[in-house]
């Protein structure tokens, strides 16, 4: 699904080194999670794989579906495929809920030579989705994120996901600022959505979120690269240990 | 001395070629203007409110040339609404091209037809004298003294159908001044639409009269002729209890100057007036509005969002003055500017002038570039660049068009900036 090879990447304004030799492979239908210390690069590499701009590449290559993903507008990458739930989701006054989420799956559909969806189809589907992650109406009228709760942020990022149906989702500290009540719906949102044919790469500090999205394989992400690698045991080792051991263990 | 001289001498050029109306209803009003005209002379650099708009064109002997607008691409504005449409072209009344004013349900006159005695003799150029302190307003007497044309119309119960104003253009050198009277007695509504490139340089002045308990809705929609200047004024007088909101879309337009002058004089009144205005290029644009709070409980809203590009310019000069005895006034004015790159700029200077002690003003005034983040976030989504940024546009616009109180009316004003949008795609 998901390949990257021998990332670098580095801020544009300043002559500085965030990523310095990412590999990772993700299957279709696996569900990878990355850990690791503050400032570790986590971030930046799920906003250079999204498009995001302040970035340039030095090195290396990633490819979604055999497609370069680099070379591609953000826009086309959402196409192809591709999602971010955001670690802050972005509050835009004046644009309501409903014609934001309307306008990107037509957008997307549109991209990809698909027919639109009518809007009395869109309404129902929304209704449905939007149900399970207790998102009432009302805050599908309001502009997007703007007066949402943090919880109702990450909900509305999930819903997102839910109606865009992308392969490649990436989840950035989806977790944070979460209670555990709104996590576990969160959790339940993203486990709804996995099946064979998508696959999710969820970034978090904490080992909590993924007693709820059991992973299949977790990396440990430090200082740009990714330094270990190991099944769902890996992530108790941290939350049990802290980074420090590992960390030491592979200097 | 000398620069009284060059006044004299630039006011004698402007109206050398213009025809004084001695007869009619109107006469003496035009002749009062005249003589206020010679002691106030035309507008120029120094004057303290035309400081960012240099008023040379609007003033020069004849009208520079502007070539006519033609609609190719897409229906007027308005074109769906019912309504009883008055054509003017160049300035000129088209009585073929118009509905019949009988339709409207009102008492509806032109101020070409003339004639000695009009219920209009009261307005005429009477708030248009109201509003000349403290500020000169010096093309509205020019204005008064010399509108070939306008309507009169009165209104004394609830019109549901909006008179709509179209101003067509068709001679490159036309050189327009048009005069509106229109009143609303106690309890009565009515909406104006305006809209059309109307000539090469235009001069409007709409007296309104709002009574005890009355509504008046006005929107407006201007520009598209890239060439063509305008200097518009709206002298709006309120009595108790009544409304006035007016909005104005401007899209274009070489240089345009809008003027509003609302005087809040009886207890418990709303007056809102709002702009939304989309600049490319070789384009001035300014808001010049000053509101007086007299009555008490009085509210009222400057809402102005200008879009930026290319080098376009805007300006907004917004007072609220809330003279002694307005208590409880609630003043809100807010201006705005996208500047969608660097050459652009817009000018604001926001005034508020309180001699009441309980009273509720506000005012803000802010420029900046569409929101990086957001538009990331939209493109994440898979909307495209200039599909990003065209909504950004509108939700920045959006506060200007909630002004606009029929839903129909503000769907045909989002309809036009869309396709704006679409026609001036690009933004950086």
């Given amino acids: ?251 | 001395m000398a620069v009284l001289a060059n006044k004299a001498d630039a006011l004698a050029m402007r109206i050398a070629g213009l025809d004084l109306s001695q007869s009619g209803w109107s006469a003496p009003a035009r002749a009062e203007a005249l003589m206020r005209l010679g002691a106030m002379g035309l507008p120029a650099k120094r004057d303290e409110y035309w400081r960012y708009t240099d008023p040379a064109t609007l003033i020069d002997a004849e009208a520079p040339a502007a070539a006519p607008f033609t609609y190719s691409d897409e229906k007027m504005v308005f074109t769906g609404i019912d309504r009883v449409r008055l054509v003017f072209v160049d300035g000129v009344f088209d009585p073929a091209a118009s509905d019949d004013p009988a339709q409207a349900g009102v008492e509806l006159s032109l101020l070409s037809a003339g004639g000695m005695l009009h219920w209009a003799r009261d307005l005429y150029g009477v708030l248009e004298t109201r509003g000349q302190n403290p500020v000169p307003r010096h093309l509205a007497a020019l204005n008064t003294a010399f509108a070939t044309d306008g309507v009169q119309i009165r209104v004394t119960g609830k019109v549901t159908k909006p008179v709509s104003l179209i101003y067509l253009h068709d001679s490159d050198r036309s050189d327009v001044m048009l005069h509106h009277c229109i009143k609303l007695e106690d309890g009565a509504e009515l909406t104006v639409l305006e809209n059309g490139p109307a000539a090469a340089r235009l001069n409007t002045v709409m007296e309104v009269d709002v009574a005890r308990g009355a509504r008046f809705h006005h929107i407006r929609t201007q520009g598209r002729d890239h060439d063509r200047r305008a200097a518009t004024h709206v002298f709006a007088r309120l009595a108790a209890n009544s409304l006035f909101k007016s909005f104005t879309l401007t899209a274009n337009g070489r240089l345009t100057r809008n003027e509003v002058v609302l005087e809040l004089l009886g207890d418990d009144c709303t007056a809102h007036v709002a702009g939304a205005a989309l600049g490319d290029g070789a384009f001035h644009h300014d808001d010049t509005v000053f509101v007086t709070h007299v009555g008490q409980r009085c509210e009222s809203r400057q809402v102005f969002k200008k879009v930026l590009k290319n080098g376009a310019i805007g300006v907004f000069q917004g007072k609220i003055l809330v003279k002694q005895g307005a208590q409880k006034t609630d003043g809100y004015q807010i201006s705005q500017s996208l500047l969608l790159d660097e050459a652009s700029q817009f000018l604001a200077k926001p005034e508020l002038e309180i001699y009441a002690d309980d009273v509720k003003c506000s005012h803000g005034s802010t420029s900046g570039a569409i929101d990086d983040e957001a538009l990331f976030y939209l493109r994440s989504r898979g909307v495209p660049l200039k599909a990003a940024q065209s909504l950004l546009v509108l939700a920045f616009l959006a506060e200007a068009i909630a002004e606009i109180a029929d839903e129909a009316l503000a769907d045909d004003i989002r309809i036009r900036l869309e396709n704006w949008l679409v026609r001036h795609e690009g933004t950086r």
């Fill in chain 1, 1 to 251: 699904m998901l390949e990257i090879k021998n990332l670098h990447v580095k801020l544009e304004e300043e002559d500085k080194a965030i990523l310095k030799g990412v590999n990772l492979k993700i299957e279709a239908g696996s569900v990878h999670a990355i850990m690791g210390p503050n400032g570790s690069g986590k971030s930046t590499l799920s906003y250079v794989l999204s498009g995001k701009g302040g970035y340039t590449v030095t090195d290396g290559s990633a490819t979604l579906q055999g497609a370069q993903l680099l070379d591609m507008e953000p826009e086309d990458r959402a196409a192809a495929g591709l999602f971010l739930a955001f670690q802050y989701p972005v509050e835009i006054p004046g644009v309501g809920n409903m014609t934001f989420l309307r306008t990107a799956m037509n957008a997307q559909r549109k991209t990809r030579g698909e027919t639109e969806l009518s809007a009395g189809d869109f309404l129902k589907l929304v209704r449905e989705k939007a149900k399970t992650l207790k998102i009432d109406a009302e805050m599908m009228k309001r502009p997007v994120n703007v007066g949402f709760s943090g919880g109702e942020k990450k909900r509305n990022e999930i819903l997102q996901m839910a109606m865009l149906e992308p392969r490649m989702c990436i989840l950035d500290e989806t977790d944070s600022g979460l209670d555990v009540d709104a996590m576990k719906l969160v959790a339940d949102g993203v486990n709804a959505l996995r099946d064979a044919g998508r696959s999710f790469l969820v970034i978090t500090h904490y080992q909590r979120l993924l007693d709820h999205i059991k992973p299949d394989v977790v990396h440990i992400m430090a200082d740009g690269r990714i330094v270990k690698t190991g099944g769902p045991d890996l992530a108790l080792e941290v939350e049990n240990n802290g980074y420090a051991d590992i960390l030491a263990e592979v200097v």
